[in-house]
C-alpha cells in the first residue's frame, strides 16, 4: 500500500517562498503520476500541479504557473513543491494525491482521479 506524507507547511509572508514535501513510502512512485492539490476553508479541492514520474512530464495551474515548481526525488521516493511569490490566496491545506498510471495526458487534473492521498499540510500567507 502506498502512503503519502507531507510536509513543509507553514506560515510565510506574502512575496516570500515555501517548500513542501511529499514522501511515499510502502512502493516506490515509479509509473505513479503525483499531484498537488489545495483546499480553502469554504472552497473546493483544486488541482495545483503534478509530475509523472517516469517521464518527468509536469502540468500546472494557470494561477501558479511561474510561480510554483514540481520536481522529484528518485532516490528519496519524493516529490517537491517548490512555491514562490507567494500570495495570500494561496493560503490552504495542500495535499499531495498519487495515482498509478495516467491515459492521454501525463498528469491528471481532477481529484476524484486519484486513489491515494496525504494527510495535507497548512500554508498560511499573510499580507
Known amino acids: 500500500q502506498l502512503r503519502l506524507v507531507e510536509s513543509g507547511g507553514g506560515l510565510v509572508q506574502a512575496g516570500g517562498s515555501l517548500g513542501l514535501s511529499c514522501a511515499a513510502s510502502?512502493?516506490?512512485?515509479?509509473?505513479?503520476?503525483v499531484a498537488w492539490f489545495r483546499q480553502a476553508p469554504g472552497k473546493e479541492r483544486e488541482f495545483v500541479g503534478g509530475?509523472?514520474?517516469?517521464?518527468?512530464?509536469?502540468d500546472y495551474a494557470d494561477f501558479v504557473k511561474g510561480r510554483f515548481t514540481v520536481s522529484r526525488d528518485n532516490a528519496q521516493n519524493t516529490v517537491y513543491l517548490e512555491m514562490n511569490s507567494l500570495k495570500p490566496e494561496d493560503t490552504a491545506v495542500y495535499y499531495c494525491?498519487?495515482?498509478?498510471?495516467?491515459?492521454?495526458?501525463?498528469?491528471?487534473?481532477?481529484?476524484?482521479?486519484?486513489?491515494?492521498w496525504g494527510q495535507g499540510t497548512q500554508v498560511t500567507v499573510s499580507a
Open positions: 494525491a498519487a495515482v498509478l498510471r495516467t491515459f492521454g495526458r501525463p498528469v491528471y487534473v481532477d481529484a476524484v482521479d486519484y486513489d491515494y
Open positions: 510502502g512502493r516506490t512512485l515509479s509509473s505513479y503520476s
Open positions: 509530475i509523472n514520474w517516469n517521464s518527468g512530464e509536469t
